[in-house]
């Protein structure tokens, strides 16, 4: 990736909400975040990349476990654990930002909380530190 993939990564997020295709169904949240974050995980640029706009992650209530993680991977939180106690994880937490070594910055990072069913029941934007 270059340098530019935070303004790519913006510029995508915003032609997205000026064309008013951002986000009203949880498929679409899932397809542009998975997309975000791949681009972001990917990334080897020595500067940081993040996604510069957060959309509404409201959709995403009620979408189960699967799905999510069909769409957007592995949760940071549960890297480097089972499957099965990822899946039993009340929460999820996906960080949006990418920051080469030695590099401190911080980012927007999705916090999802599920319900006793495996069901997103709040899903809301933190910013790590």
């Known amino acids: 990736m ?3 993939l935070p303004h790519l990564v913006a ?12 986000a009203d169904t949880p498929q679409r ?10 681009a972001i995980r990917a990334s080897t640029s020595p ?12 959709p995403l209530l009620g979408t189960g476990r699967r799905t999510i993680l ?21 929460a999820w937490n996906y960080s949006f930002i990418h ?3 030695g590099r401190r910055a911080a980012g ?7 319900n006793e069913r495996g069901a997103v029941r709040d899903a809301r934007w933190s910013y790590s530190r």
């Open 2 to 4: 270059t340098p530019r």
């Open 11 to 22: 510029l995508s997020l915003a032609a997205s909400a000026a064309a008013g295709v951002l």
């Open 29 to 38: 949240v899932l397809r542009q975040l998975g997309s975000s974050l791949a």
């Open 47 to 58: 500067q940081p990349a993040t996604l510069q706009h957060t959309p509404d992650v409201k």
């Open 70 to 90: 069909s769409q957007l991977g592995v949760p940071d939180n549960c890297a480097g654990g089972s499957e099965a106690d990822c899946m039993n994880s009340p």
């Open 99 to 101: 920051l080469p070594p």
């Open 108 to 114: 927007p990072e999705l916090m999802l909380l599920f």
